[in-house]
């Protein structure tokens, strides 16, 4: 099946750093969509991206559907001590309703 | 408040005994879906639905199943459960634009 390769798997970085997390898939994908998953809750959409080399921001996020339409990145500036969390990348396929995700990467802030 | 509301929160179940998550979605969203959180494996499909009546296998179905009697409600059913089962379940309801909507989770653990 479709598999998305997410990295980097954690992260541990000072607070204030810029961090930079992406995914690459073989097959292409219509839809990318990037959230965050705090400890002991469920995934909350970030970034919702449609068009591949869309640039989209919210606040200090910015993410990018890539032009080959087999990946994405996600920045997020000047790093705070409530970023932390796992984030998730999600793609969907041409044609299909069902979301395949990444494994997720783990973000920590040193204060 | 709209949105995707899942109980338990927490279960604990001996091998072999039998149980029902509950998900329920107040937005009318048609497609519904289960997923399962394992470490370092990201979120993996279990069942969906694209409406009422209609149901559908995902990544990895076996030992549960999933009935859509209407749009609101969409139940995960373990027939028979076993420690491979331990996992934290999610219910995400989609309605066609900005991504999944995830409920906040069942923290299952197989004894």
């Known amino acids: 099946g479709q598999q998305l390769n997410q990295s980097p798997q954690s992260m541990f970085i000072q607070e204030g750093e810029d961090v930079s997390m992406n995914c690459t898939s073989s097959?292409?994908?219509?839809?990318w969509l990037w959230y965050k998953q705090d400890p002991g809750e469920g995934p909350v959409l970030l970034i919702a991206?449609?068009?591949?080399?869309e640039l989209t921001s919210n606040g200090r996020l910015t993410a990018q559907f890539g032009i080959t339409r087999k990946d994405s990145f996600l920045n997020i500036s000047a790093s705070i001590p409530s970023d932390v969390g796992i984030y998730f990348c999600?793609?969907?396929?041409?044609?299909?309703?069902?979301?395949?995700f990444g494994a997720g990467t783990i973000l920590r802030v040193k204060s | 408040n709209a949105g995707v509301t899942q109980t338990p929160k927490f279960q604990v179940l001996k091998t072999g005994q039998s149980m029902t998550l509950q998900c329920a979605q107040d937005?009318?969203?048609?497609?519904m879906s289960w997923y399962r959180q394992d470490p370092g494996m990201g979120l993996r499909l279990i069942h969906y639905?694209?409406?009422?009546?209609?149901?559908d296998q995902g990544e990895v179905p076996n030992g549960y199943n999933v009935s859509r009697s209407t749009t609101e409600d969409f139940p995960l059913r373990l027939l028979s459960a076993a420690p491979s089962q331990t996992s934290v379940y999610f219910c995400?309801?989609?309605?066609?634009?900005?991504?999944?909507?995830f409920g906040s989770g069942t923290r299952l653990t197989v004894v």
């Open positions: 097959s292409i994908f219509n839809t």
């Open positions: 991206l449609y068009k591949a080399g």
């Open positions: 937005m009318n969203h048609e497609y």
């Open positions: 995400a309801s989609w309605a066609g634009n900005y991504g999944y909507t």
């Open positions: 639905s694209v409406g009422a009546g209609i149901t």
């Open positions: 999600a793609g969907q396929a041409p044609g299909g309703n069902k979301l395949v």
